[in-house]
């Protein structure tokens, strides 16, 4: 190689170092750039599962409201146990005549028999076993099917100061007592029960009982979207 030539290679390389030593902090600072930009790609993908993760665990907490269920309606039934609906009111009359003594059991005693007429007031409140209403509820057809039982007699009172004398005659060592009262009471609540029944009140009490019923299961929240259907027990 000639020195003409010698001196044209130096400078090449001369030139070409100055060249790359000029493009030196360009490249690093498409390096440094290049590095930034994949940080922040990794920041965003942290901070996206992070939030994932955040979302999840609230939903966790965060429990969905109970839509309307068995359960649920039965709970409101708690607060009513015998549900009294009719309250039949009544007053009556009856005469009761006692046979009189007998002798050595066989021989009537003459004079002995006993009779009296008292008036009374009673009341017979009849209802339903509220534990014993039967619930479906349907969550896809949106309907609650409630099933009445048959109505019973609560209580049935003849209070004391609702018994007057109308007539009494005693026999001859044989006086009207305690025992010929309770047991014409007895007699009587009997009486009236089975005219209470002729009056169709259990029957009523049992209606009334579903409309009251009714009326405090659609005061649940949520229930306007469903449709009852109220049923009655034979």
């Known amino acids: 190689m000639s020195k003409k030539h010698k001196v044209q290679a130096r400078q090449a390389v001369r030139e070409r170092d100055l060249s790359e030593s000029a493009d030196a902090p360009r490249r690093r600072n498409r390096m440094f750039r290049a590095r930034m930009f994949q940080g922040f790609l990794l920041a965003v993908a942290v901070l996206a599962a992070l939030l994932v993760a955040a979302i999840a665990s609230q939903a966790d907490m965060v429990q969905p409201e109970p839509g309307i269920t068995s359960e649920l309606l039965r709970e409101q039934l708690e607060y009513v146990r015998d549900l009294v609906t009719v309250e039949y009111h009544y ?3 009856d005469k009761q005549e006692l046979p009189g003594k007998k002798l050595f059991n066989t021989i009537p005693v003459p004079w002995t028999k006993k009779a009296f007429i008292i008036s009374y007031d009673g009341v017979i409140k ?4 509220v534990s014993q209403v039967s619930l479906s509820v349907n969550g896809i057809a949106k309907t609650v ?4 039982p048959r109505a019973k007699i609560i209580s049935h009172e003849i209070p004391e100061e609702g018994f007057r004398v109308l ?3 005693n026999g001859l060592f044989n006086k009207i007592n305690i025992d010929d009262v309770t047991m014409f009471r007895m007699t009587q609540k009997d009486k009236m029960e089975n005219r209470a029944e002729e009056l169709d009140m259990p029957q009523k009490a049992q209606e009334q009982s579903g409309e009251a019923i009714s009326a405090l299961l659609r005061a649940v929240p949520g229930m306007e979207e469903y449709t009852l259907e ?3 027990a034979k």
Do not use: H, Q
């Open 91 to 93: 007053t009556d009359a």
């Open 126 to 129: 009849y209802g339903v076993d």
């Open 145 to 148: 099917t409630v099933e009445i």
């Open 167 to 169: 007539y009494e005659s």
């Open 230 to 232: 109220v049923e009655y």
